[in-house]
């Protein structure tokens, strides 16, 4: 599969449209007009309305000028989009100012540029405008004028209280734009990995266009292959009474006719319908699915050994059948282990020990290797969408890519155990415990799941212990 591009916020991305921050602008410019006047108006408080006015109507000046210069859909610059929302919150700050600075109860409002900052600039950027939110709330706990109130009683809170009031701006503030920044982040991996999985069906759709022309051509060609088998079995009779004709030739007629049966048997094979398939292809034992999944991954300077053979019964009961599990070849199962393969091979110092154990009730693949094995900190959170252990520059051992390679996107063991999973399997991760170390990926089917029905006449199957 060749690699696909992260969907995630570079140093230099925005996902902040023009036309999202002009809305939210509005929202603000008309409850900042409304509370002002119902300050003023309703409740009859003195507060110096011009200024007030001044200010809100250099913001929405601000988002007349941002709607006539830019389109609707276009993506503001994280530069350009900082200094927007840097001066929402200089003019929210020169508000709180007149208004009574942190004693006014709308100083939390100072979390909302840092927080839509958090869910569409890069990290500095929001780094950025957090720290001038909490210069600002800083300078408002001394700096500001009184809070409007009846006359001609003065409201002033002690200066703890409002540094209670600082404390939990700032705390809402770094709560808000962490989580915010999180739920985004796992947005656009999911997105990413959404967009991975359908580039993955269009292949497979491709290939099954090209099962589609394979049987066209497969019923076009059989009509003239079988006019060639036709007249090469006249030409057959007609050597074999002609005395004159030179024993080649009656050679290459044989050969001709036997090439054009050959043909015709392929084309039957590429027109046989999926329920015509050859049982001995559908079906293969256990240990051959495990040879299959890893023979791509021998290497040179790792070992791969594979045992196989029944386990003993519940509780230490023999088993009264050790016939080895034979399942239906799937694409997706022979792909997620040989995956999970590939990843042991590529960690691994020496050896791979991939060992296959069943009985009536399950079947399990165990592939061991003795390299670092899984950190406890991603142990839980390995298997989803771009997470992964894969350091830059890690070995790869597969095929044309042997060498060295960058950082890995983590998408490989997330596709691998959801097709395991698919199938019936449970997947279960381990380290080994002292004094070996190394990773332990454990692979368990329901037997029944696993299991093909055994074919009449059938023996049991040899218990092969072998090495790649």
């Known amino acids: 599969m060749a690699p696909i591009e992260l969907n995630s916020l570079g140093p230099h991305d925005s996902r902040l449209r023009m036309q999202t921050i002009v809305r939210l602008r509005w929202f603000g410019v008309l409850g900042q007009l409304g509370t002002v006047l119902f300050v003023y108006w309703g409740l009859g408080y003195d507060l110096p309305l011009g200024w007030c006015l001044l200010l809100i109507a250099l913001s929405a000046w601000l988002n007349v000028g941002l709607r006539v210069v830019f389109p609707a859909r276009h993506r503001l610059s994280p530069t350009f989009a900082t200094a927007v929302l840097a001066c929402d919150i200089l003019t929210l700050a020169a508000l709180l100012y007149l208004t009574g600075g942190l004693e006014n109860p709308f100083a939390l409002l100072f979390i909302a540029p840092v927080t839509v900052s958090a869910a569409t600039l890069p990290v500095r950027n929001t780094i950025a405008l957090g720290a001038l939110a909490m210069a600002a709330a800083s300078m408002l706990v001394a700096y500001h004028m009184p809070l409007p109130w009846y006359p001609p009683t003065m409201f002033a809170l002690p200066w703890i209280y409002k540094a209670g009031v600082w404390a939990a701006i700032v705390a809402g503030m770094l709560f808000l734009a962490l989580y915010t920044a999180r739920l985004s982040r796992e947005a656009r991996l999911m997105t990413a990995a959404l967009a991975a999985s359908e580039l993955v069906l269009a292949r497979e759709q491709r290939l099954h266009a090209l099962d589609g022309l394979a049987a066209a051509a497969a019923h076009e060609l059989g009509t003239p292959l079988a006019t060639i088998a036709l007249v090469t079995k006249e030409l057959e009779r007609e050597a074999a009474s002609a005395s ?20 015709r048997e392929i084309l039957r094979k590429l027109t046989r319908s999926p329920g015509e398939q050859d049982p001995h ?5 256990l240990t051959q699915l495990i040879q299959e999944a890893a023979q791509p991954y021998k290497s040179a300077a790792i070992r791969i050994e594979i045992t196989a053979q029944p386990s003993t019964g519940r509780n230490g009961s023999t088993l009264t059948d050790r016939r080895e599990p034979i399942g239906e070849r799937r694409p997706g199962v022979i792909f997620g282990l040989g995956n999970i393969i590939e990843n042991a091979v590529d960690f691994a110092r020496e050896l791979v020990e991939v060992s296959a154990l069943w009985d009536e009730a399950e079947v399990s693949i165990t592939i061991a290797d003795d390299g670092p094995g899984f950190s406890p900190e991603i142990m839980d959170t390995l298997g989803d969408p771009y997470i992964t252990t894969r350091p830059a520059g890690l070995r790869s051992s597969s095929g044309a890519q042997a060498g060295r390679v960058g950082a890995g996107l ?16 449970q997947v279960t991760l381990a380290n080994r415990t002292a004094p070996a170390k190394g990773a332990v990926v454990r ?24 090495s790649i």
Do not use: N
């Open 443 to 466: 692979i368990t089917w329901p037997r029944s799941a696993f299991d093909l029905p055994p074919r009449l006449g059938s023996d049991p199957a040899p218990i092969p212990i072998a």
């Open 281 to 285: 292809h559908v079906s293969l034992p």
């Open 410 to 425: 983590g998408l490989g063991y997330f596709i691998a155990k959801t097709l395991l999973e698919r199938s019936g399997a």
């Open 244 to 263: 004159s004709m030179a024993p080649h030739v009656a050679e290459d007629i044989a050969l001709l006719r036997t090439q054009a049966e050959r043909c």
